[in-house]
């Protein structure tokens, strides 16, 4: 065996690598209801394929960095994620009076965030490296809201995950074939445990197929590393439920797909 030529190509391999497991950002302009907007579609180049796929709904600020790296270490876990903009492009705030008037409009009109979020999910779909059959969505804060919204509203997502939400209860006649996942902080002064308690068992009642984490000590918005610097009351970044959150996500996606092959670890889930 020529050991020279053995080392020149596991050289050549290694250098190759990182060029092959590059993920890919772009963005995607698209319209609902005469509004244009803006989001981003992450995944990984070398993967060969349709693979399952991710929407992210972002917190109530607007679709801002949190999401682009959340759609950045999905794709890094094998699958196609795009982070959807539920306000319209450039609508992006630090300012909670602005973000509460923005977010209150879908709070407020169910028919008309499913609408939007269904036209995000569509576009998702469209794109050639997704599987239009495996699909789940995963939203912060507003967006964990927006995700349970989705999911009741019968357009065929496997799974919603909502981290730090205050997801609603189904309406009537809301299908709800999607599995479910919450994720909450047990110090969440914005979203207490009894009304946790109140949304699992109206879930519940519908026979909706539900899980309920509580990280302990946790506040509101523990996975955004950005969190404090609002000055909000109860709003903290917690390094500990965000990397337990995120790993009780994947374990979901695991269950609904079949287990992913990182090529991050869960320890990086805020680099």
Known sequence: MNYSHLAQACLLLALAWPAMAQVELETVTYEHDGVTLEGVLAYEDAEVGPRPAVLLVHEWWGRGDHMTRRAKQLAELGYAAFALDMYGQGKLTDDPTQAQTWAT?????????????????????????????????????????????????????????????NPLAPMDGDDLDARLLVLHGGDDPLVPMDTVAGLLDALTQAGADTQVHIFSGAQHSFTNRDADAHGIDGVSYDATADRRSWQQMRLFFDELWGKAQPTTTIEAAED
Do not use: N
């Not at 009109?109 to 997704?130: C, F, I, K, N």
């Not at 789940?136 to 919204?149: K, L, N, P």
């Open 105 to 165: 409009t879908y709070y407020t009109d169910r028919d008309l965030a499913r609408a939007r979020l269904a036209t995000g999910l569509a576009t998702l779909r469209d794109q050639p490296m997704v599987d239009p059959s495996r699909v789940a969505v995963i939203g912060y804060c507003f967006g964990g809201t927006m995700a349970f919204e989705l999911a009741y509203a019968g357009l065929g997502v496997d799974g919603a995950v909502s981290f730090h939400g």
